[in-house]
């Protein structure tokens, strides 16, 4: 599996933004997907995930303002970003793996090359 990110960008604290990752292979839909981040001198560190059957994952930090979801048919998850805040500016990965979903990026298999979301205050 391949995985391609985008969407990231500059915006203004409160404001939104909405992540894609589109993986290539037919097996996506049975791949449980996730959202990492890293910001700058930091580790990456999880935020969201989703599993094949839609069982969705955050970490405290963005429940409420974060929603991960996904679209089997075209092979994309998704994270929609909204009140965003300085402290979320990192660059944010996607990534899959099987059978389970875990937050350690160490048990991750497949990974975006990572979209930067700057967020001024």
């Known amino acids: 599996v391949q995985l391609q990110a985008s969407g990231g960008g500059l915006v203004q604290a409160g404001g939104s933004l909405r992540l894609s990752c589109t993986a290539s292979?037919?097996?996506?839909?049975?791949?449980?997907m996730a959202w990492f981040r890293q910001g700058p001198g930091k580790e990456r560190v999880f935020v969201a995930a989703?599993?094949?059957?839609?069982?969705?994952r955050y970490v405290d930090s963005v429940k409420g303002r974060f929603s991960v979801s996904r679209d089997n048919a075209k092979n994309t998850v998704y994270l929609q970003m909204n009140s965003l805040k300085p402290e979320d500016t990192a660059v944010y990965y996607c990534a899959g793996r099987n059978p389970f979903i875990t937050n350690d990026p160490n048990d991750y298999n497949y990974w975006g090359q990572g979209t930067q979301v700057t967020v001024s205050s």
């Open positions: 989703i599993s094949w059957n839609n069982i969705t």
């Open positions: 292979g037919r097996t996506f839909s049975t791949y449980q």
